[in-house]
């Protein structure tokens, strides 16, 4: 099969359409012919060698997000048959400790022609009919923490919400489903487009406001927010997505609460979840396969908004 390849450790240049053994599906797995694939920060992380602790075994091919077809199953999977559309998120076995203790959701990497995931995870789902490949590949990663930002937050009708990072896959996603005052943080030309998704205003970065209620970070490492938490009220709420774990002295308040939102059980949102509750990702740019290395190129070099969809299937 063709898959995006690592064969070391460097940046996404290296990374190429090779030529690599169809993985199979063993006790309590599927494969999945991967129709389409999106890009997620962990793909240019990993086989960049970004994490010491966490060494990847190549060749290594990327990719967490997909949408596919069902072409094989495992020994003891009864919530799938071979030809059923689903859709999900897993991470590289590198993460084994990361994906969940009791149903983890691993895969051999998504940007290939067919991928093997665990079967029994709340991050793999049925597609539904209304949701198409290019979404259903948009949607899963971004999906999951738009659900479990909001269900931590508990923003009410009345806050005002700042949102660092607005213009990515979590910020677009998000934004609709804020309520109260959204304050987004982007680019003059992102501008229109982050105001259809729900914001209020748009500022530049690191030009944050005072007295905002909540702040959410979705770009920026954990150990640089003190300036996104002097936006915040007395007794004010700063979630963050990124690493490394908050503690104290990132940031000099100690009237605010401070927390990383990170869910890697499916204990606050699964697939099946994300699909019923109606979210949408977008999709700033869809890739054929051929162009795969690219996207992550673009993704760790470029200004982008929204998703980057890689159509691995070849859909148009």
């Known amino acids: 099969m063709k898959a995006l390849t690592a064969h070391r450790y460097g940046p996404p240049e290296q990374l190429v359409l090779d030529d690599l053994p169809v993985p199979h599906a063993g006790p309590g797995q599927i494969q999945v012919r991967i129709a389409a694939a999106s890009i997620n920060p962990l793909d240019l992380r990993l086989p960049r060698g970004d994490f010491a602790q966490l060494p990847v075994t190549f060749p290594h091919v990327p990719g967490n997000d997909f ?6 199953v495992g020994a003891g999977v009864t919530g799938y048959h071979r030809g059923d559309e689903v859709f999900g998120h897993a991470v590289p076995h590198a993460l084994r400790a990361m994906a969940g203790a009791k149903k983890p959701s691993l895969t051999t990497g998504t940007l290939a022609e067919y991928a093997v995931f665990e079967a029994d995870t709340p991050f793999i789902a049925h597609r539904p009919e209304t949701l198409d490949v290019a979404q259903a590949a948009a949607l899963p990663t971004v999906g999951i923490t738009a ?8 923003i009410t009708e009345g806050e005002t919400v700042l949102v660092v990072g607005a213009t990515g896959g979590v910020g677009t996603t998000v934004l609709p489903r804020i309520t109260g005052k959204v304050i987004a943080t982007g680019k003059p030309g992102d501008a229109d487009l982050l105001r259809e998704r729900g914001a209020a205003e748009v500022i530049d970065y690191g030009d944050y406001p005072k007295d905002v209620d909540v702040a959410l970070n979705l770009v920026l490492p954990s150990d640089e927010l003190n300036d996104v938490a002097n936006a915040l009220k007395p007794g004010g709420r700063l979630y963050t997505i990124t690493f490394p774990m908050p503690r104290p002295g990132f940031i000099d308040r ?11 059980a499916g204990d606050l949102a699964g697939m099946r979840e994300v699909a019923e509750t109606g979210l949408t990702a977008t999709i700033g740019r869809r890739y054929p396969f051929e162009q795969a290395g690219q996207a992550i190129t673009d993704f760790a070099n470029r200004h982008t908004t929204g998703k980057l969809v890689v159509l691995v299937g070849g859909l148009d």
Not at 147 to 152: D, G, R, S
Not at 257 to 262: A, G, S, Y
């Open 67 to 72: 949408a596919g077809t069902v072409t094989e």
């Open 147 to 154: 659900l479990a930002l909001l269900k931590t937050a508990r």
């Open 254 to 264: 100690d009237d605010v609460l401070f927390e990383l939102v990170l869910d890697v």
